[in-house]
């Protein structure tokens, strides 16, 4: 059976982000993320929002945006608020207009994902998949992680340059993941291609660009069925078998729902990770003094990453849909509204971080927000966690002499951002 995926709701969220980035607030503050120059760093205007503005009403976006750490946390740890974009007042416009485009409904036939549900529905999906990322079940892909990263720099023996993106921050995720579902080593390239050309639902892109993602992931659908399929059969110790079993066990995940899961940790996990790594690096060479001290003490790695995660993590926003009319910190708000959280400046916000422009991997208790907070807080962050502290501890060791080759070009993403091409010496 074909199934028939959906861009999904980060269609909407881009579309949420072409509004802002004409919205004009009344400090004189402009809001623009697409632009070249916040994408490689956001971080000063998100200072000038936070202070001026921290609870900017946007027209646009017929909500508010966030700043502020102690408010975006209220709001993601509050359940009356809601991830599903059908609360908003404007939805019937934007399903509309996706229509029009030819886009499908992204939550008809159970083909929204779990990161726009609320519960139970989130809650039966989060159980059915949760178990593959607990601390314990994500340390034993630990020898699998270490097996991909030798992989991957080994061949770099002999050289003196590497491009960090695509050689190493980018396959990395995905074969470790690749591996998890159960994806026979033959078709690992294809799947790659699927994994890369649906990255496009999350980016910057023309219609004509997420129409090619939508044929790439409907690849991916046929592809995906036939393993799951194959599982049916003759089960094995992987996700995707675990994913068939719950399905037959009677706990309602459809072929849809299992589907859409599988791309959910197919494209946010891998492209979430990619980005960490690269942005994590690029910060440890821009701060030598953090990386000798990473080289000297390796036992601090893991709490780095954290630190890393704060700092300059992938993620720059979320939201939540005003589901009735309520106050939040003496504002209004109005059902049907949408709050756009951001959380890369709640992550630098002095009033819950010392010296939150500065990077210490030595900084204890880094309660940040980079990964989520409450009920949606980020399945694979265990995963994440491991994949970018082995990458982190290889390149470390391997490399003493690493070291910036060139410019860094970003990539289009204002949702997740991070280098698109970061060219390494050593």
């Not at 074909?2 to 269609?11: E, G, K, Q």
């Not at 049907?336 to 030595?362: H, I, K, M, T, Y």
């Not at 309660?367 to 491991?386: D, E, S, T, Y």
Request: with cysteine; charged share 30%; proline share 7%.
């Amino acid at each position: 059976m074909s199934i028939r995926v959906t861009l999904d709701s980060a269609l909407h969220t881009v579309e949420l982000l072409a509004k802002l980035a004409v919205e004009r607030v009344e400090t004189g503050l402009v809001f623009n993320p697409v632009r070249p120059e916040l994408r490689a760093n956001p971080h000063p205007f998100y200072r000038r929002l936070r202070e001026k503005d921290p609870f900017h009403r946007s027209r646009a976006a017929d909500g508010w945006v966030l700043s502020r750490y102690a408010d975006v946390v209220s709001v993601l740890g509050d359940r009356s608020f809601s991830a599903d974009e059908r609360h908003l007042r404007r939805w019937p416009r934007l399903r509309a207009r996706n229509a029009r485009a030819g886009l499908p409904d992204p939550y008809a036939s159970e083909r929204a994902s779990m990161l726009r549900l609320d519960p139970p529905d989130h809650t039966r999906l989060r159980n059915l998949v949760s178990k593959a990322f607990t601390p314990r079940a994500v340390e034993r892909m630990r020898p699998v992680v270490e097996k991909y990263v030798e992989e991957l720099l080994g061949p770099l023996s002999g050289r003196r340059e590497m491009e960090l993106v695509g050689e190493f921050a980018a396959p990395l995720p995905v074969s470790v993941i690749a591996e998890m579902l159960g994806i026979p080593v033959a078709d690992r390239e294809r799947f790659r291609h699927w994994s890369d050309e649906a990255v496009r639902t999350l980016g910057d892109h023309t219609l004509a660009d997420r129409r090619r993602a939508l044929a790439a992931m409907e690849e991916l659908g046929v592809y995906l069925e036939g393993i799951a399929e194959e599982r049916r059969r003759e089960p094995r110790e992987d996700l995707l078998s675990a994913l068939v079993r719950a399905e037959e066990e009677g706990d309602r995940l459809s072929r849809n729902e299992l589907f859409t899961t599988c791309v959910l940790l197919l494209v946010a996990g891998n492209e979430t990770t990619t980005k960490l790594i690269g942005n994590a690096i690029l910060a440890l060479l821009e701060h030598p003094e953090q990386l000798a001290l990473l080289r000297e003490e390796p036992a601090r790695i893991p709490g780095a990453v954290e630190e890393l995660l704060r700092y300059d993590g992938p993620v720059q926003l979320t939201s939540r849909m005003v589901t009735e009319d309520r106050e939040l910190r003496g504002r209004p708000l109005r059902r049907g509204q949408q709050l756009v959280l951001l959380l890369a400046a709640a992550n630098r916000d002095p009033a819950q971080f010392e010296q939150p422009e500065r990077l210490d991997v030595a900084r204890a208790d880094v309660r940040h927000v980079a990964l989520g907070h409450g009920i949606h807080f980020c399945l694979g962050a265990q995963l994440a966690r491991l994949e970018t502290a082995l990458a982190l501890e290889a390149l470390a060791t391997r490399f003493p002499r690493l070291r910036l080759a060139g410019p860094v070009v970003w990539g289009d993403h204002t949702v997740l951002r991070g280098p698109r091409v970061l060219p390494l010496a050593f």
